[in-house]
């Protein structure tokens, strides 16, 4: 067994970075010795666990299981070295933390430097990313996001929440010049790519009944800025946090359509991966959240 323990370690990096380059390079070998490597394990096992073509690498059969079933092994593995070593010293090792690139600036970042500060030997990176990484993939260990969340195979803690805003600029409301919400249904959108169903909303009125709107999205971002941008530069109607937009509203950039209306309240959420139990620092981490971010 002991032989294949490195083979093993090469052939997860090469499905995790979704080639043999990508691998050797991530575990400083070359290419040629990560092959060698996988090819060696395969032989052991007298069964294929990749099949490689011009495009790329894909799993067999074989593969998958072998991958689902070392991977916990391995994982497993660095959790005890984790657990051990933060249950006998200050918090250390590395943090991986993952949000908006938006939510980072405005909030993050200047949290992340005061949990530095009080745990300084704790090595943090941060990816600004609008998309959902794979937190299992990208090895990432919180990743921060807002809104719905639709994937239960990550397990996650609510952290606050905020209000959005309907908004338009005062020159495109000029030209369009809707009066009832159920024109909305009918104009230019500005989508967020992020969001499942980012053109349909439910508007709630404090005496009168819900209106569902079912909007036309024509222009799409996957950033919030980006979509502020092209609100503020006339393309259309967009909802937004109102974090974003709170001085946009106050010069007159921005102005909020109906605003005896109201949209749902959106969540900030913490999520990690359920395949493990969740590490010290992690559980620090979201505890110094809870006592410290305010929207």
């Known amino acids: 067994m002991q032989p294949h323990l490195n083979r093993i370690q090469t052939f997860l990096a090469v499905v995790e970075c979704g080639s043999f380059t990508r691998a050797a390079e991530h575990l400083f070998i070359?290419?040629?010795?990560?092959?060698?490597?996988?090819?060696?394990?395969?032989?052991?096992?007298?069964?294929?666990?990749?099949i490689r073509n011009t495009r790329g690498i894909a799993l067999t059969e074989a593969g998958k299981e072998f991958y689902?079933?070392?991977?916990a092994i391995f994982d497993n593995i660095q959790n005890a070295f984790d657990h051990v070593t933060?249950?006998?010293?200050s918090l250390a090792g590395r943090l991986r933390i993952t949000s908006t690139t938006e939510f980072g600036e405005k909030f993050l970042?200047?949290?992340?430097?005061?949990?530095c500060a009080l745990h300084p030997q704790l090595e943090v990176s941060y990816f600004a990313d609008s998309?959902?990484?794979?937190?299992?993939?990208?090895r990432i260990d919180l990743a921060i996001r807002l809104g719905t969340l639709n994937d239960s195979s990550l397990k996650s803690r609510r952290l606050a929440s905020f209000d959005?805003?309907?908004?338009?600029?005062p020159s495109w409301l000029k030209q369009n010049p809707i009066t009832i919400p159920i024109e909305l249904n009918k104009v230019n959108w500005i989508a967020n790519s992020n969001l499942e169903h980012p053109t349909h909303w439910e508007l709630k009125h404090p005496i009168h009944s819900s209106i569902n709107i079912r909007g036309k999205a024509k222009y799409i971002s996957n950033t919030s800025s980006a979509i502020r941008s092209l609100a503020i530069s006339g393309l259309g109607v967009a909802v937004l946090p109102e974090w974003i937009v709170d001085k946009d509203l106050e010069s007159g950039n921005l102005v909020t359509l109906f605003p005896e209306y109201?949209?749902?309240?959106?969540d900030v959420t913490v999520i990690f991966p359920n395949n493990t139990q969740i590490l010290r620092k992690s559980r620090v981490f979201i505890d110094f959240l809870l006592e410290t971010l305010t929207i």
Request: aromatic share 4%; charged share 25%.
């Open 30 to 50: 070359s290419k040629a010795v990560a092959s060698i490597h996988v090819k060696t394990l395969e032989e052991a096992l007298n069964v294929p666990l990749l």
């Open 68 to 71: 689902q079933d070392f991977k």
């Open 86 to 89: 933060e249950r006998h010293h």
């Open 109 to 115: 970042l200047s949290l992340i430097s005061q949990f």
């Open 131 to 138: 998309a959902l990484n794979d937190l299992i993939t990208e």
């Open 164 to 169: 959005i805003k309907l908004v338009a600029s």
């Open 262 to 266: 109201r949209l749902p309240k959106q």
